[in-house]
């Protein structure tokens, strides 16, 4: 399928009322169409119809200041979500209303922010205060907690730093110390570099390797939780070319071939034949499959198109297929077959706004608001789950989500990463 796209801009004729002339009115691409149908004075589009290709149409409005700044948002399934801002233009309180509820629940209640522009205080709208101090010398992070009331703090970290600016040493000081297996696990993280500032080594904790049996979840075993150090060794081009996992009971090394042509590489186990990087990637550099069996489709623009999850001689194969506009990801359906059943869930991404529907009727909205989100379910919601209920995020000083609480800053899951991004440890309520 050809990968077309089509613009069509007011004239001199368009509504001037509505800012129209010499604006976007029509975008149309394999996603679907995207319908603008009034700006703001700064140029930002007021409302946006978005049909997808199934021909699902649905508009969603904003309101800006004469700054430019959003100060309502109503999304696609008319809720509507408010912004405050300071006298110096920074976001101070935001709140939402759920369609068809009187109520406005207040999602973050005060933010504070240094001279400068940094945020320093901030209470979410679960009561859960997060504060952010820095050192005045360079405005590096030097503390950063969370805590409700004089309950037990949530989150505190304290990031210790070498003189060029690497992080060397995260102290969690909320974390409470255990012993497992000859091994006390305090929670500390540390961090080493090479000249050239790459990361050397990394040490922390972590639960152990899940079970190798598939549609098996995390998380693993929570009491078997101990120490590791990873060491990582690069090429002359800076390609990772080793990671190596020291762990009691758990110990391995990953290692990565590298084109000799390009900085393509990928998995692979010394002594195995060198990879075919003509079979593996295509002429634009993109990978051909995750590995055999689960073939990647890509469009025209490089983008992900499908992936193959389990691929068949007689039958369908189990996919899942993505649509883009205007460069971001706005659709995805993940489809499974049996003999006999087709089962599939959906997803579009519309602006403040996730709509995610099942084949067993479930449709859900996820109403984005930075971090926070809130599940408001149309049908099919699943029983012991309260109804549209806010999750409040603590992130690190990377962003990473590594907390999630409800609306009274009780736990929901809580997950820590390992330096390149794949996740060490996981807790969930139960």
Known sequence: QPDVETFTYADALADAGHNLRGQLLEQVDPS????????????????????????????SRRTYSPLG?????????????????????????????????PD????????????????????????????????????????????KDQQPALQDFEYVYDPVGNI???????FTPSHFANQRVDGHREFSYDSLYRLHSASGYDDGPPLDIPGLPQPTDPQDRRNYTQTYEYDHSDNLIKLSHVREGATH?????????????VRWIEGDPDPQFDTLFDRHGNLQALQPGQGLRWNARDQLASVTLVQRDNGPNDEEQYRYSQGARIYKRHETHTAATRHFHEVRYLPGLEIR???NGEVLHVIILGGIRCLHWLAGKPPGIDADQLRFSLDDHLGSSLMELDQQARLISHEGYYPFGATAWMAAHS
């Open 253 to 265: 090394t990953r290692r990565m071939f590298i084109d000799p042509a390009s900085n393509r590489g």
């Open 104 to 147: 406005w629940q207040p999602v973050l209640q005060e933010m504070q922010y240094n001279a400068a522009g940094k945020i320093i205080e901030q209470r979410a709208g679960n009561g859960v205060i997060s504060r952010w101090s820095y050192d005045p010398a360079d405005v590096r992070l030097l503390r950063q907690r969370g805590q």
């Open 32 to 59: 679907g169409t995207l319908r603008l149908d009034s700006y703001g004075l700064l140029g930002q589009p007021l409302c946006e119809t978005r049909t997808f290709h199934d021909a699902q149409a649905f508009v």
């Open 69 to 101: 700044t959003v100060l309502e948002q109503i999304d696609a399934g008319d809720h509507r979500q408010q912004s405050r801002y300071d006298l110096a233009g920074q976001l101070k309180q935001v709140q939402l209303q759920i369609n068809g509820q």
């Open 168 to 174: 060397t040493r995260i102290l969690d000081h909320a």
């Open 357 to 359: 529907t099942r084949d």
